[in-house]
């Protein structure tokens, strides 16, 4: 995830314009269905109870097709966590209509939370090899998810004029994202270029640390290489000889001295709370915590996906934890998200792609790593 994340409380305030019914207008709109999520659910299979949103949005595209044309279907989420690991979906038969819309909202009392991660079991391991002697008995392990354990890499090449695809994998705790195992550990160091090439020379580092990090399997560096508003990822293929990395990839703009940048997960760096660092080969990760022991992964690309649909409120519910986009809105009409938290996930917050009439109020989007 980018060092420097984003944060963003949208505010509106929409005016409301009163209409006085004339004379023989229309029968008053029929009353709202209510279809509950709760994955604690009681209840008999007949009851407006399901255990998910997938099952809620299936009854609400039933019910639209039989006989709620007319009418406002509220999928209300109880209280707590509701665990995906794949975006909720929400396509053009499952919508609203005008004057009818479909309302996705967390119940009152409470916070519902939309979460793409799953919690990880502690397990038995000996500390990585390269982590200094001193900090050795303060790392635990955990054992990741078969996804998050292949990922080829825990990170993606980011670039500042276009997304980037989905991290491959990010870790939490209840106080938000951990960071791969990184030096420095607090500011930027600066860039000397050192050997390599004309087109893609190496970066030189302090005395003996490039040999520590020599035959790391997945080593990155990041920050504003080229331009000093320009912020990148890039991997490392190599630590060289005579105290210097070599990159895998081009800049965007050519390398230059002095630029700011770090080096990230590098098991001899795992010396500070809240670092980590995988072992893909033992498909699990090695950590310092700084606080709760409770970690998660997050596994799901995406939290909401709504595609060709139209008259779709969201309202007062959490979505956090996606390597992704939290939500994505394709198309259609009148979509609005409203008093929602988005947040703690690995791309954008909210992002509307030729939707009209349709965006963010009162909604605080904060921890993005993409903006």
């Not at 949103?53 to 595209?61: F, G």
């Not at 986009?325 to 009409?333: E, F, L």
Request: proline residues 6%.
């Amino acid at each position: 995830m980018a060092a420097e994340r984003f944060a963003v409380a949208i505010l509106a305030v929409a005016a409301v314009g009163l209409v006085v019914p004339a004379a023989g207008a229309a029968p008053a709109k029929a009353q709202p269905v209510v279809i509950r999520v709760d994955p604690a659910r009681k209840g008999s299979a007949t009851d407006a109870v399901v255990r998910t949103v997938p099952e809620a949005l299936a009854r609400a595209a039933a019910l639209r097709g039989r006989s709620h044309a007319t009418a406002a279907i509220v999928i209300e989420l109880a209280a707590g966590i509701h665990r995906i690991e794949r975006a909720i979906t929400i396509g053009a038969d499952a919508g609203g209509r005008p004057g009818a819309p479909l309302i996705l909202r967390g119940a009152k009392g409470g916070i519902a939370r939309l979460s793409g991660s799953v919690p990880l079991a502690r397990v038995e391991r000996p500390p990585p090899a390269a982590a200094a002697p001193e900090i050795r008995d303060r790392i635990l392990a955990y054992r990741l998810p078969g996804a998050a354990a292949a990922v080829r890499s825990i990170e993606v090449q980011r670039i500042h004029s276009k997304p980037a695809p989905p991290v491959g994998l990010e870790l939490f705790d209840g106080a938000g994202a951990l960071v791969p195992a990184r030096w420095p550990n607090e500011g930027w160091a600066k860039v000397e270029r050192r050997g390599g090439s004309a087109t893609r020379p190496g970066i030189a580092a302090e005395s003996g640390r490039a040999e520590r990090w020599r035959g790391e399997p997945d080593l990155w560096i990041a920050g504003y290489l080229g331009e000093d508003w320009s912020f990148e990822t890039l991997p490392v293929s190599t630590a060289l000889g005579a105290g210097a990395l070599a990159l895998a990839a081009d800049p965007l703009y050519r390398l230059r001295d002095g630029a700011r940048f770090y080096v990230s997960h590098a098991a001899a760096e795992l010396d500070q709370p809240g670092e980590w660092w995988r072992d893909r080969e033992a498909g699990v990760v090695h950590l310092i915590p700084r606080g709760s022991r409770d970690i998660e992964a997050s596994v799901a690309r995406h939290l909401l996906e709504i595609d060709g649909a139209s008259d779709v409120r969201i309202e007062n519910l959490t979505f956090e934890r996606s390597r992704g986009d939290a939500i994505r809105v394709s198309g259609g009409t009148d979509i609005i998200v409203e008093g929602c938290t988005v947040r703690w996930v690995g791309g954008r917050g909210v992002v509307f792609e030729r939707s009209l009439r349709s965006g963010v109020r009162r909604s605080i989007i904060s921890d993005t790593g993409e903006g």
